[in-house]
């Protein structure tokens, strides 16, 4: 059983149909212009504070009337429970405020505060040194709940089929207005190339719809995972935010990027220079940004890409539901006692 809501409830119900999903609102975050880009966050935290308050007494009454044996948290803060094992998924051990170091510790002992409510926590990324979230995810100091390096999560895999030469996949996503931002500066530059283009929107939420412009480019609001899977593993050249998410996809699909963090989110603008430092992927910052430039610099660049390593997620997966069972022995065992 699955909670979200919004375009996320829309995606997995197209991909799961015999999926049961609950309805729980987001944090609802839009990344705003110029002084608000950094301080948009922390003005809107006592917002996301009674957020949190929110969806943890959203959580105590499902745990009264499903009686869960488990809760695994997507970086929801408020869905832990004390009487049920509650498990804090997150890249971002360490938080990038880019406010300065003192923010940064500030903002980790209050994100350690908070994942120290869960019962353990799972990170999605390698262990070791060679990682896609580098120092999000691997900070000289860890939360003191237990630490599970789970690797890296996609819906998608590498094909044998090859890329087709002169073909341009651009992968749009993340808050607005920047999205549509992004959109509107690229749209008018992909005209002007004698490529094969296809923009999927990221608009998951929207009406699916897939045109031709007048130009040649594809437009689509979003994909069924097979279909973007095969177009992310065909594709020459590929463009995308520095999503984690995405990052995951690309990597996973074995495919080197283009990077355009969202202005003003962190997150992304550290991936998108710890990746180009670790020669996996080319990073732009998207005020002028210069197409054909970007793609020309790819084409001559020699980028690598990271050894895949053994997936880890089903052993994880296998050992909480044996804690689970383990846990339901004891209760019976001990109400018999009582009895």
Known sequence: MVATAGPQKMLLSDEFPDLEILDLP???????RGIFLKWGLFFKAPSILRQIRRENRWLADMVQHLKPD??????????YHPGVHSIFLTHQLA????MGLLFDRIIMKWNYKLIRNFSECWVPDWPGEISLAGKLSHPSIKPPVPITYIGILSRLKPLTEKADQNTFLILLSGPEPQRTQLENHILPQLKRLSMKCTVVRGLAGKESTDFISADGVRLVNHLPAKELNI???????????????????LV??????????TPGQTEQ??????LQ??????NFP???????????????????????????????VEELLKHCIRNKRSALAFSRQVY
């Open 286 to 316: 998207q005020k002028n940004f210069d197409v054909k430039e970007a793609i020309q610099q790819f084409r001559s660049s020699q980028l690598t890409m990271p050894q895949m390593k053994e997936p880890v997620l089903g052993e994880v």
């Open 269 to 274: 603008e550290y991936l998108g220079f710890h």
């Open 70 to 79: 488990a809760v695994i948290s997507d970086n929801r803060y408020g869905l």
């Open 95 to 98: 938080i990038r405020t880019g």
């Open 231 to 249: 177009l992310l593993n065909t594709s020459e050249l590929i463009l995308s935010r520095s999503g984690y998410s995405s990052i995951m996809d």
């Open 26 to 32: 987001g944090y609802a975050i839009r990344y705003q």
């Open 277 to 282: 430092a670790m020669n996996w992927m080319l």
């Open 252 to 261: 996973q699909s074995g495919r080197n990027a283009i990077l355009i963090p």
